[in-house]
């Protein structure tokens, strides 16, 4: 059996059918169950078993010699969440469980950390493990998954194979039901076709002119490519970047949707929310030699390329992964 936990969100929902694909249909999903918007992520799938998140550290003790593999993707991924207690729940104390139980039973595990560890860049971009205590979140999602890769680094006992995967700003289908923390691209779509127009932050930092804000962002089938590469892989245990290696700005992302939907450009600028202007990051990139160092040479999705995939193939017909 192959578990992964947040099987129901969008990156875990991609995994499914990424390992469906590849013929693995025992697979075991965790998730709270009870959002019937984000359930849809996973309908026409083919698992084995259901399990509740709650119900599921208990589960694993009692059923560990038929797991095979453990994906741990699941994780409250609000970046405008205030409630420390909340993420120190689910992020940190939530994970530390499922390590734990893996490292005692001998599990492979993958876990999910952020590029929201980096914070404003001050220590580069670099998955450098030297460099995490010093890393400085924007917000306290960001510090809840840096909590916890600093922790890993503390223990003395680990499973045989794990890795944590820094996400930079993964984009694709099903991410429907994610609201305000979906993908600009997400939000570009719908505001070009309901309105013709696509209005993106304006720049609140001299360094940076209006729509030049920059990040990685990387395509979900990249994303499952990777995970799936550390399946097999099994070993060089550590955390990983898991970006494209080259920054974009939002104008050439807004630019290239207006372009998949075969729309006039047409762009505007409002201020930036003040409740994320402070902590808002304008560059990010993620450094991929790490990566490329064991093994991984699979090319990634250009922004175009992702961008037309997920438009024409997943936006306007209105279908999932």
């Not at 999910?112 to 670099?126: K, M, N, R, V």
């Amino acid at each position: 059996m192959i578990i992964i936990t947040g099987a129901a969100g969008f990156i875990g929902s991609c995994l499914v059918q990424k390992l469906n694909d590849e013929g693995f249909y025992d697979l075991v999903l965790v998730d709270d169950f009870s959002n019937e918007n984000k359930n849809k992520n996973f309908e026409g799938k083919r698992y084995s078993k259901q399990v509740e998140r709650e119900a599921f550290s208990e589960w694993l003790r009692e059923n560990h010699l038929h797991v095979q593999f453990v994906f741990h993707i699941g994780a409250r991924t609000d970046t405008t969440e205030m409630d420390r207690e909340l993420l120190n729940r689910l992020n940190l104390d939530y994970t530390k469980t499922i390590w734990n139980i893996c490292t005692e039973f001998g599990l492979p595990l993958v876990y999910a950390s952020s590029a929201a560890t980096y914070g404003l860049g001050e220590q580069g971009y670099e998955d450098d493990e030297s460099k995490i205590p010093m890393l400085k979140p924007l917000n306290p999602y960001g510090d809840s998954k840096n909590d916890f890769d600093i922790w890993v680094l503390e223990q003395e006992k680990k499973p045989y194979f794990w890795a944590g995967l820094k996400f930079f700003n993964v984009y694709g289908p099903n991410e429907y039901h994610k609201g305000r923390m979906a993908s600009v691209i997400f939000h570009t779509f719908n505001q070009i076709k309901k309105t013709g127009a696509m209005k993106l932050f304006k720049s609140h930092n001299p360094e940076f002119k209006d729509g030049e804000q920059m990040r990685d962002f990387v395509y979900i089938k990249d994303v499952v490519n990777v995970l799936y590469f550390l399946m097999h892989h099994r070993k060089d245990s550590g955390i990983y970047n898991l970006g494209t290696g080259k920054a974009r700005t939002f104008l050439d992302l807004a630019t290239q949707t207006f372009h998949a939907m075969d729309t006039p450009v047409s762009i505007s600028f409002v201020p930036t929310p003040e409740d994320i202007r402070e902590k808002y990051q304008y560059f990010t990139e993620a450094s991929m030699e790490k990566l490329r160092s064991i093994g991984y040479s699979l090319d990634f999705y250009s922004l175009e390329a992702g961008v037309e995939d997920y438009v024409k193939n997943y936006l306007v017909p209105n279908s999932y992964l």
